[in-house]
């Protein structure tokens, strides 16, 4: 599995149970289980997201510090 899929993946998983479980929670609201499952696929796809882009700004950098020295 590539690094930024699994990056990506743990902070799917991550976000999904901040918003989908402890905010509700935190706000005394009822759980329903389309709004749970609905969350799912939603999460993964932002959190692969992010796990792409932190892993391009990463490269980015590195072969920038590569490139510059004499």
């Known amino acids: 599995m590539k ?7 743990v902070w799917a998983g991550i ?9 509700p929670l935190f706000d005394h ?5 389309e709004k749970l499952l609905m969350g799912i696929p939603l999460w993964i796809v932002v ?6 882009l932190f892993d391009k ?10 490139t510059a020295k004499p």
Request: hydrophobic residues 40%; charged residues 25%.
């Open 3 to 9: 690094k930024w899929v699994r990056s990506g993946l």
């Open 57 to 66: 700004k990463g490269k980015s950098k590195s072969t920038k510090k590569k």
């Open 47 to 52: 959190g692969l997201v992010i796990g792409y």
């Open 29 to 33: 609201e009822n759980f329903s289980v």
């Open 15 to 23: 976000l999904y149970v901040i918003t989908m479980v402890l905010f």
